[in-house]
């Protein structure tokens, strides 16, 4: 019997007030970005764990970023059974679902495509990231600087549509790699079902390979180290993380000017990243070094520093151990074939892609947006941020002087009311909306979101859970103890504390410096592809994903173990039972 979770009560007519699709001025290749109407409940609508509380602007990336890119790579290859993905927002929430390929006979036209294209895309794949790598570090070096304050109409509105354009080519070499990756992972994934291969052994083959993330993560922990070298650990222990940057900033002593010096080498070049991705409302690092800092506080707690080296050393024998033993049930025929699917996945290595992709694009593709935004603001406003609660169609309506600032701003104040209060009741969106499938197709949806068999019948009930014990994805093999961190942002990351679990909806890649210090993750969302469980797995971390309802079952301070080999999330002891 099919199940559906009705989209009745998500029906809306605008995004924010006084703005809604109608007025959107955005291009778009298939399918638009829009709200909730009664026939969606037609499709799986998922709640995409990415974004919270978008402010207006922020559109930009999700409607000519990440929708408009995938479906113009979707074409480009072109997936068979579907045409990139679309999203419905309600409202500061955004549900994503597959733009699908309805037609068996299309179906078929284009996998006769894809079969002819993407053997030559994968073996170029490694070159083509390295050129798109360079394109984008171009783009960020050109943007790197604002226009100045007194910069007139005409250099505001190039910088902005500089920095616009640089939105909607990360995204597009976004969805243009992934696909591609995710495609030829999937494919060596069907032949090791086909050989008997369990497939949560399949992630485990490609681990040990270092990113650009994890460069981050051992750079904040050789942070942590000089602060104990300085002596500086009094002030870091004494100080809210929010005033370190002060604090450090009015000392003139040789330790806290060398610590100082290291830190703005550090950021100039790993800080042009926000604690979340889409969001132009978000502090980068270099802007606002609070995140960093506070993230060595917590380091300092730890009673010895996190052992990169023994973890990936740890990680490839693990990987090493799991594709022997997967030979060793293999004929020699049917070892040939594997070979060669994991010769080709290592030459496209999806898994280390999918971390070191982040590093350009989805942490940092909007920044500029956001410095084009300040820079306006700064130029008509008292409050600079007044200009991240315009749409795109209004701002540049005002670039192009159709429009005056006091027309257009006037809304922001019922704006900023209206974001307040839609964050507040995040916890109010459900997971999943619409018509629960046996399974979707589209790649990034099964592997990235984790809209699994398993998590699709968890959502319409047919399977067990609940209470005191949870269940979903076997991310990350090891069993761990400890109280449970629930977070539903990474703006208060930097407070978790060595030993504790953490709990959220899912993580994204500016949550890797907190998996030196917790025990193990649990997940609302995510497949074996999703950045908590390829995290986990370098970092020797029993993890859990896709579990539903995991931030809802638990609060901070509940005693929890996690089994990451059974999938298994058991609450030991309640914290407001212990605490009475």
Known sequence: MTTVLPVDDYVATHWYPGFGPADSDTPWLFERLGVFAPEDAERLWALDFHGIGLVPLSWLVIEEGAVCGSQLAAETIPLPTGKGLVARIWRTNIYTSEVPVRSAWEQELRGRRAAQTLPRLVDRAPQAWAEAVEELEAFYDRLREPPAADADLADLRAYFDEAATLVRRAWQI?????????????????????????????????????????????????????????????????????????????????????????????????????????????VPWIEDPTSPLGTIKTHLLAEEAHDFEAARAAALAERDAAIAAARDRLTVEEQQAFDAGLAACRHANFTWWNEEHNFYIDLRCHIPLRQAALAIGRRFASDPTDAFYLFPAEMRAVLRGERSWDDAAAIVPERRAYREACVADRTEAPRILGTIPEDVDDPVLKEIFGISPDYLAAIAGRAAGGGEELRGMAASAGVARGPARVLLTAEELHTIRPGEILVCEATSPNWTPAFAKIAACVCDAGGSLTHAAIVSREYRLPCVTGTGAATAAIATGDLVEVDGAAGRVTILERAALAAG
């Open 174 to 282: 976004h969805f243009e790699t992934m696909y591609v990756l995710l495609a030829n992972h999937l494919g060596f994934l069907g032949l090791c079902r086909e050989l008997g291969i369990d497939p949560d052994d399949v992630a485990r083959f490609f681990q040990g390979e270092e990113s650009r993330i994890v460069e981050t993560d051992r750079e904040l922990w050789r942070l942590t180290g000089l602060v104990r070298d300085l002596g500086l650990e009094g002030l870091f222990a004494s100080t809210p993380a929010d005033e370190l940057a002060a604090a450090l900033a009015a000392r003139d002593d040789e330790p806290a000017r060398r610590f100082r010096d290291e830190l703005r080498a550090f950021l100039d070049v790993y800080g042009w990243r926000t604690e979340g991705i889409y969001d132009v409302a978000l």
